[in-house]
């Protein structure tokens, strides 16, 4: 049975940092690409930040040089670190495996003061 759990989100103030973690089961994690995507109210879902098989990462313009994406195959997990996080970081946040449709159910990360 294929599960992605996402945890490690939180109520954070502007400036702070968070990292989530994705924990997957299942399903042979090494050999698949991963993504973090989020969501905020009343807003599409946006595309975060992406981690090859190989370790190779791509990060989303709006989160460069803040966020960064990393992947430990022996755990199955990948992680988002957030670091100087702004209001309009709130969304919740899925992690996933896109090529098999693979997500979580996400969660909640809310920046505010």
């Known amino acids: 049975q294929v599960q992605v759990v996402e945890s490690g989100g939180d109520l954070v103030q502007p400036g702070g940092s968070l990292r989530l973690s994705c924990a997957a089961s299942?399903?042979?994690?090494?050999?698949?690409?991963i993504s973090w995507h989020r969501q905020a109210p009343g807003n599409q879902r946006e595309w975060v930040a992406f981690?090859?098989?190989?370790?190779?990462?791509n990060i989303a313009d709006s989160v460069k040089g803040r966020f960064t994406i990393s992947r430990d195959n022996a755990k199955n997990t990948a992680y988002l670190q957030m670091n100087s996080l702004k209001p309009e970081d709130t969304a919740v946040y899925y992690c996933?495996?896109?090529?098999?449709?693979?997500w979580g159910q996400g969660t909640q990360v809310t920046v505010s003061s």
């Open positions: 996933g495996a896109p090529s098999a449709n693979y």
């Open positions: 299942g399903f042979l994690f090494s050999n698949y690409d």
């Open positions: 981690i090859g098989r190989s370790g190779s990462t």
